[in-house]
């Protein structure tokens, strides 16, 4: 099966920044940093990014790129005889149907919120009223499932066109009317009453607020906004050729994801504070939050279609970049044509997706964890909290050990080509810092995660002594 390419260097990093930019960015970001202090959150994130993110993304591109496969595909390339690096990579296509079996909802909500907007529901309302619509969004099943239901056909019929006269296209459009609509929005957010106290609060650390929490979220959220670990990023290393260091590519889209993240951020806050919404609302902080102030504002229903159209766009760049990785590695596994393997994936999603849409209806009586979490809590913390940070893990050590690709091979590749370069003097932080790093924040992670009312591992273990 001849490799598919895409068009452009412009192409390649409007889609992989696609991948990154996503619901990590525009909803959980935004709520994740309003629940822990703000500027403190932000702080850590950027460092994290930065520190951990920046590395892990430009080793999962030098994968993809050496190996010119799929990730299911690329430790058989790379790996020596006899190793079974390549079981981590079937691992990373369970990983992409776990993350679309939630993110596909979220978008489908998203979605709905537009349409809502746009046929002028969600305004002239009492504050009560736009309070409920969110509860009566996920009660009811037609709804949730409905709309993610268009969400996955979109996306596969998008794909059905081809990598570049469909993906690379239709993200590269999209991307560019994301950013124009951030911008707009955002100077909008500036002249609201309460902008400089939304903006003090997000921007404006205070150092007190840094704990274990904060630190293992931001963490958490600095692999899920970049969708490093399972692969994302490796699928569009291999589609294009060595004419730029990875490393050069990799801080552009890096810079790219925090705009489009920090931006939500500078769009919500004032809001928040100018409409008296509490930032730490959570999950429901984008849509509750933020439908009770447009709903409060001159223009309300314009300003709310754009704000959802341009969370629909960052969703689905993501949305489509995953159901690529996803319909690579089933190519290359089977042999099938992107027509049928569109057809037969897109039905293996929907049906996967269904119990998170069902989650908050018909299926809410399952609590996995705390009460008041559902299957989508389930979903996410097996994805945020266990399989990103494992498989990057399994990345860094895979180029940087001589039990697997080598650090050597991988800075070769990585340095490849004109731009930034990774340093020789880097090597000891790769190689022996970052994987600890990460797996001890992941330990922490696990240990302090409320898996019940009132109990952790962490607190379970001192109850012992």
């Not at 997000?202 to 899920?224: C, D, H, R, T, W």
């Not at 490393?247 to 993240?261: C, K, P, Q, R």
């Not at 600890?436 to 607190?459: E, M, R």
Request: hydrophobic share 55%; aromatic share 14%; with cysteine.
């Amino acid at each position: 099966m001849e490799r598919e390419r895409l068009g452009s260097r412009l192409g390649f990093i409007m889609l992989s920044a696609g991948c990154a930019i996503g619901v990590g960015n525009v909803w959980k970001f935004p709520w994740m940093a309003g629940q822990h202090g703000g500027g403190a959150f932000v702080l850590i994130y950027m460092i994290f990014l930065f520190l951990l993110g920046l590395p892990v993304m430009v080793m999962e591109f030098s994968l993809g790129r050496a190996s010119q496969a799929s990730p299911v595909m690329l430790y058989q390339k790379l790996e020596k005889p006899g190793q079974k690096w390549h079981i981590h990579g079937y691992i990373t296509v369970i990983a992409n149907f776990l993350l679309v079996m939630f993110y596909t909802s979220v978008t489908g909500w998203i979605l709905h919120y537009f349409v809502s907007f746009l046929s002028g529901k969600m305004t002239g309302i009492t504050d009560e009223a736009s309070a409920q619509l969110f509860d009566t969004m996920l009660s009811s099943p037609q709804i949730t499932v409905g709309f993610m239901t268009v969400v996955v056909v979109l996306g596969f019929l998008i794909l059905s066109f081809g990598l570049q006269k469909g993906v690379e296209r239709v993200t590269k459009y999209m991307m560019i009317i994301l950013l124009a609509l951030m911008v707009v929005l955002a100077i909008n957010s500036f002249t609201l009453p309460g902008a400089k106290e939304g903006l003090t609060f997000y921007l404006k650390p205070e150092l007190s607020k840094i704990n274990g929490s904060v630190i293992v979220g931001a963490m958490n959220q600095s692999f899920f906004t970049l969708s490093l670990g399972m692969g994302s990023m490796a699928i569009f290393g291999s589609y294009i050729g060595k004419e730029r260091s990875l490393m050069g590519e990799s801080v552009n889209i890096l810079l790219l994801d925090t705009f489009v993240a920090v931006v939500a951020g500078l769009i919500i806050f004032p809001a928040c504070f100018t409409f008296d919404v509490e930032p730490s609302s959570g999950p429901r902080l984008l849509f509750v939050a933020m439908a009770k102030v447009f709903n409060n504002m001159a223009g309300g229903r314009w300003w709310g279609s754009l704000f959802f159209l341009f969370m629909f766009f960052a969703a689905m760049s993501t949305i489509i970049a995953v159901f690529e990785n996803i319909l690579a590695s089933v190519r290359e596994l089977t042999g099938w044509s992107r027509i049928k393997a569109c057809i037969i994936c897109g039905v293996a999603v929907f049906i996967l997706s269904v119990p998170c849409a069902l989650g908050f209806n018909v299926w809410s009586g399952f609590v996995p964890f705390a009460e008041g979490t559902s299957i989508l809590d389930l979903e996410d913390f097996i994805v945020s909290n266990c399989v990103l940070p494992l498989g990057a893990i399994c990345y860094v050590v895979f180029c940087v050990s001589k039990y697997g690709w080598g650090f050597d091979n991988f800075i070769a590749e990585a340095n490849t080509g004109k731009g930034l370069k990774l340093r020789a003097w880097m090597r000891p932080y790769l190689t022996y810092v970052l994987p600890v790093v990460i797996a001890v924040i992941f330990i922490i992670g696990i240990a302090t995660y409320p898996f019940a009312d009132d109990f952790t591992i962490l607190s379970w273990v001192k109850s012992l002594f």
